[in-house]
T-cell receptor, first 113, second 109 residues
């Protein structure tokens, strides 16, 4: 069974631009969560999607948004990028919210210049 | 608001030692707790999942326990090896996963 995949793996953007990251969950998993990891703040929850609906959202500004498609694939978008958005963005999937092991993808490393 | 802490922040041990990593959480209303390891610059690898109704889980040299009432979990690693060197994170799921800051483990040959 293929694991969680994330594209792209690396990304360099400049301030003010926007970016879209993609996540494909494990086949059969319907819950997808996104996290931001930085050296200073650690792993912080961004949002969780289930059945194309956002279930929960972390404490991030409205510039961070996401969506989930009918095949459970998910995208997250960050608009008007700031230097502080430089981070490793991780996606995780599980069969249903809070159910079973949560499996993580390799992450997308975003650098904002 | 759920808060998760991990002690110690860093640990360096000689190969072969048994060790214990600690995780504490403030809200006992959780569905499960999961332990992960993360190698530098990489994603997270799931080690053990403990459902809220369970007390412990074992996988190979790893054993994790959960005491919901006291808000604590421990990860026991037996006979540590250099390949165990990584950052270990615990996460609790209530409304969503909340992660601790991690314990950075170095196992010296």
């Amino acid at each position: 069974k293929a694991g969680v995949t994330q594209t792209p793996r690396y990304l360099i953007k400049t301030r003010g631009q926007q970016v879209t990251l993609s996540c494909s969950p494990i086949s059969g998993h319907r819950s997808v969560s996104w996290y931001q990891q930085t050296p200073g703040q650690g792993l912080q929850f961004l949002f969780e999607y289930f059945s194309e609906t956002q279930r929960n959202k972390g404490n991030f500004p409205g510039r961070f948004s996401g969506r989930q498609f009918s095949n459970s694939r998910s995208e997250m978008n960050v608009s008007t990028l700031e230097l502080g958005d430089s981070a490793l963005y991780l996606c995780a999937s599980s069969p249903n919210p809070g159910e079973g092991t949560q499996y993580f993808g390799p992450g997308t490393r975003l650098l904002v210049l | 608001k759920q808060e998760v802490t991990q002690i110690p922040a860093a640990l360096s041990v000689p190969e072969g030692e048994n060790l214990v990593l600690n995780c504490s959480f403030t809200d006992s209303a959780i569905y499960n707790l999961q332990w992960f390891r993360q190698d530098p610059g990489k994603g997270l690898t799931s080690l053990l999942l403990i459902q809220s109704s369970q007390r412990e889980q074992t996988s190979g040299r790893l054993n994790a326990s959960l005491d919901k009432s006291s808000g604590r979990s421990t990860l026991y690693i037996a006979a540590s090896q250099p390949g165990d060197s990584a950052t270990y994170l615990c996460a609790v799921y209530g409304q969503n996963f909340v992660f601790g800051p991690g314990t950075r483990l170095s196992v010296l040959p």
